[in-house]
């Protein structure tokens, strides 16, 4: 990792408190993915289009982790500090509700993009498409689910 990612990780943190507000009249409707991603056909675990590597994990403890927490949870060292809890990504009750179009959004465009809290932050500019697709895989690795 560069210093540089830091700073930029460094900067969204600082940042965040503005757009973080607990009134969700702020809340945008839902706009429309500018692009939709590939649609990857409800796979089973290990046989997915982008599958969980090591730099998936990797990239989890290093933009993720310090909301959504070390083992995604939803307790991690910044998550007091939000006024919206970060998603727990173990839970499948609420994660087998959503498609993997969807977990796609969220990470890419952020939470405004689906109709959720802009302290969920967009990494479009930080994180590359195959990357957010192994994330979601890596999220459906951690509810161990898939959507309904
Ligand atoms: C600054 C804290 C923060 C960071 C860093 C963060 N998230 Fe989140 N995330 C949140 C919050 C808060 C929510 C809940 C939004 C809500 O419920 O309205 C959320 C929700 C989500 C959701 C579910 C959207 C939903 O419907 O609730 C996904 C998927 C997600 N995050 C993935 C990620 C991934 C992957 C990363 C790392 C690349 C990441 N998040 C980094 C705070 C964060």
Redesign the pocket.
């Known amino acids: 990792m560069n210093r540089a990612f830091l700073i930029i990780?460094g900067l969204?943190?600082w940042a965040?408190p503005a757009g973080?507000g607990p009134d969700p009249a702020e809340e945008k409707p839902a706009a429309p993915p500018a692009e939709s991603a590939p649609t990857a056909p409800a796979a089973a675990h290990g046989s997915r289009a982008h599958p969980v590597t090591a730099q998936t994990r990797q990239?989890?403890q290093f933009?993720?982790?310090?909301?959504?927490g070390t083992e995604g949870h939803?307790n991690?060292i910044?998550?007091p500090y939000?006024?919206?809890?970060?998603?727990d990504?173990t839970k499948a009750d609420?994660?087998e509700t959503?498609s993997d179009e969807?977990?796609f959004t969220?990470?890419q465009k952020g939470?405004l993009a689906?109709?959720?809290?802009p302290?969920?932050?967009s990494?479009e500019y930080?994180?590359d498409k195959d990357t957010?697709h192994s994330?979601?895989s890596?999220?459906r690795e951690l509810c161990r689910c898939e959507a309904l």
């Open positions: 990780a969204i943190l965040l973080c990239t989890y933009y993720c982790a310090q909301c959504h939803g991690g910044n998550a939000l006024t919206v809890p970060p998603r990504h609420y994660l959503r969807y977990l969220a990470i939470g689906v109709g959720r809290a302290c969920m932050p990494w930080t994180l957010i994330l979601v890596y999220i």
